[in-house]
């Protein structure tokens, strides 16, 4: 049964990423996910590796999210009549991207004010990290550098400690601010960085999904389509030029 549910999950996410039968293949992959995810809580150790993916997928499984740049959209085109040609732009493609942004944003905030509610100022001044990582050093062959490192320095712990909850308190500026984007992107994927170097607790699926929600893709591709021009042009003025 589980490894039913990992086949079909996987190859129902491959096919919602491309775009293939999308309205239903993404339903099928995020019932998947949440299964098994639910499989490995379920004895006892709460494991939310994958929470926020299955979180900001939410918003998407009731969404139109096949209308270009998929295999849905390209075998349309080619059978041709109704829906052959690219949607027109509008803004109701945008409320399920933003809704699951607003659901990130409120997930690390509500984590901070986790740490908050239960520490209060204690889990920044106080030396509970460092004993976190004394304890994850201990728990393998051999000590770890990086955490080690943080333990035996208490203002880096404190620091680190501090900047760790001032992300998670302050990310759903990000949804208001979104030149802040630039600046929390890249400290949310630190933060989760730097816990798999000093835990070796993998949270890559956070990471990834603050960066495929939180980019501005579409301000990215034209910024590099406009260095392509702008390097083109000076080639040919440069091959134009007189000698």
Not at 180 to 185: I, S
Request: hydrophobic letters at 55%.
């Amino acid at each position: 049964m589980v490894i039913a549910l990992q086949v079909v999950g996987i190859v129902a996410a491959g096919m919602a990423v491309a775009g293939a039968l999308a309205r239903v293949t993404l339903p099928v992959a995020w019932s998947c996910g949440l299964v098994l995810n639910a499989m490995t809580t379920s004895v006892g150790k709460v494991v939310h590796n994958d929470v926020l993916t299955l979180i900001a997928l939410i918003p998407l499984l009731p969404a139109p999210t096949s209308g270009a740049w998929s295999v849905d959209s390209l075998l349309r085109r080619r059978r041709g009549g109704a829906g052959a040609t690219a949607p027109p732009r509008s803004i109701g493609y945008g409320w399920p991207v933003r809704t699951a942004m607003v659901a990130v944003a409120l997930a690390y905030f509500f984590i901070g004010l986790n740490k908050v509610v239960y520490s209060g100022p204690v889990w920044v001044t106080g030396d509970n990290l460092r004993f976190v990582l004394y304890a994850a050093s201990d728990a393998h062959n051999a000590p770890d550098a990086a955490a080690l490192f943080v333990a035996d320095h208490p203002l880096v712990a404190h620091v680190v400690a501090a900047t760790a909850l001032l992300i998670e308190l302050t990310f759903p500026l990000v949804l208001f601010r979104p030149v802040l984007r630039w600046l929390y992107v890249p400290g949310a994927v630190a933060l989760h960085a730097g816990i798999l170097l000093t835990l070796h607790l993998d949270y890559w699926p956070w990471a990834a999904t603050v960066v495929v929600l939180f980019v501005d893709w579409p301000a990215l591709l034209d910024r590099v389509r406009g260095l392509g021009e702008d390097y083109a042009r000076g080639r040919l003025s440069t091959r134009s030029a007189p000698a």
